[in-house]
């Protein structure tokens, strides 16, 4: 099932500005935190150097001053909101869910190290992340194929559970989509993602409404003419 989504409602749901969960992403593990810490301080000795050498206007330095020294803050902002960005450039979007049609982990080379062993022979170790692969469908023949970082809550994940996502194209019809967001699996709650694309609560208010639309509504059943007749007599 493909339902189009309004540009507004997209909007909503896939943010511009980093969310709380974007940020941490972006925020990384200690050794990016200080990175952007180095950054800082080189940036604001480079900024005091200038600022004594060509005796520029302490206004302007002080705003370049600022700005970098809180660059190990406001960067991870930079990061999701420009990452944003990129998926809203597209100018159409929908609602699709799905069903996991297939799923195997892999692992995916994320680096290598160099290194010099005992015997003074240089060795390459080779850094490795497992990722869960998933092949998500519906009964049109529409498929898209993710991965991800394999999470232990992963294991909940099986074959023919319901998956739903944001899709984006430049087409009015959807006919062609050019990206996807993360996947969440409604029935045990599971979001399946490297970056988290979207607002999650925006999200499940769509989920939640289009399977209460999706419910069949209970029909009157049409009484028999003569029980209608001896009903009516009554009053």
């Given amino acids: ?10 909007e909503q749901i896939m943010p511009l ?19 952007r810490l180095l950054i800082s301080v080189v940036s604001v000795v480079v900024i005091l150097l200038v600022q004594l050498l060509f005796k520029l206007d302490f206004s302007v330095i002080f705003i370049f001053g600022v700005f ?34 297939d799923w195997w982990i892999t692992d995916k080379l994320t680096g290598k190290q160099e290194t010099v062993n005992n015997k003074g022979d240089l060795v390459i170790i080779e850094n490795r992340e497992k990722r869960i692969n ?13 991965d991800a970082p394999l999470r232990p809550a992963h294991k909940a994940i099986a074959r023919g559970q319901i998956a739903e996502m944001i899709v984006m194209s430049n087409r ?33 208010e769509v989920s939640l409404r289009l399977r209460e639309n999706q419910q069949e509504k209970p029909r009157r059943r049409r009484r028999p003419e003569s029980q209608r007749s001896r009903e009516d007599d009554q009053y």
Avoid: H
């Avoid at 980093?18 to 200080?34: C, D, E, I, N, P």
């Avoid at 159409?92 to 996991?100: A, I, K, L």
């Avoid at 050019?178 to 979207?198: A, G, K, M, Q, T």
């Fill in 17 to 35: 500005i980093a969310t709380g969960m974007q940020y941490k992403y972006y925020w990384g593990k200690s050794a990016s935190f200080l990175q």
């Fill in 1 to 10: 099932m493909l339902v189009p989504l309004t540009r507004s409602k997209f």
């Fill in 68 to 101: 970098s020294a809180f660059f190990w803050l406001w960067y991870p902002v930079f990061q999701a909101s420009t990452r944003n960005a990129k998926c809203r450039r597209y100018k159409y979007s929908g609602f699709f869910r799905g069903r996991v049609l």
């Fill in 134 to 146: 998933l092949e998500i469908g519906d009964d049109t023949g529409f498929t898209v194929e993710f």
């Fill in 172 to 204: 009015p019809d959807l006919s062609s989509i050019e990206e996807f967001s993360n996947i969440y699996i409604p029935s045990r709650n599971l979001w399946v993602s490297d970056y988290p694309y979207v607002r999650e609560d925006l999200f499940n």
